[in-house]
């Protein structure tokens, strides 16, 4: 498949764009690393939605940067049962 200089150029600040926002909402202090894809690594990074508008009348209404910190929150409480809420305080003490 042939891709444009431009073309190129442009997936590419939008991954990093991606990258930094994923950073940005986990950890700040994480270091970037890019690497080799491997074998098993998906060809196609953007899903077609068309299926889910046309079925379901659903579309995406929530901005990534405001999206991302609500679905770390929510696996963080599922996986790591982290029940503190944004912008609460957790109340660690027993009575």
């Known amino acids: 498949m042939y891709w444009s200089h431009a073309s190129v150029s442009s997936k590419l600040r939008s991954l990093h764009v991606f990258v930094q926002v994923v950073q940005e909402t986990?950890?700040?202090?994480?270091?970037?690393?890019?690497?080799?894809?491997?074998?098993?690594d998906p060809h196609k990074r953007k899903p077609d939605i068309?299926?889910?508008?046309?079925?379901?009348g659903w579309e995406p209404k929530i901005p990534l940067r405001k999206?991302?910190?609500m679905m770390v929150s929510d696996f963080r409480q599922r996986i790591f049962g982290d029940h503190k809420e944004e912008g609460t305080a957790t109340n660690t003490s027993t009575s």
Do not use: C, S, V, Y
């Not at 950890?27 to 098993?40: L, V």
């Not at 068309?50 to 379901?56: F, I, N, P, S, V």
């Open 67 to 69: 999206g991302l910190p």
């Open 50 to 56: 068309t299926k889910a508008k046309d079925l379901l």
């Open 26 to 40: 986990i950890d700040p202090n994480a270091r970037i690393e890019f690497r080799p894809n491997t074998e098993d």
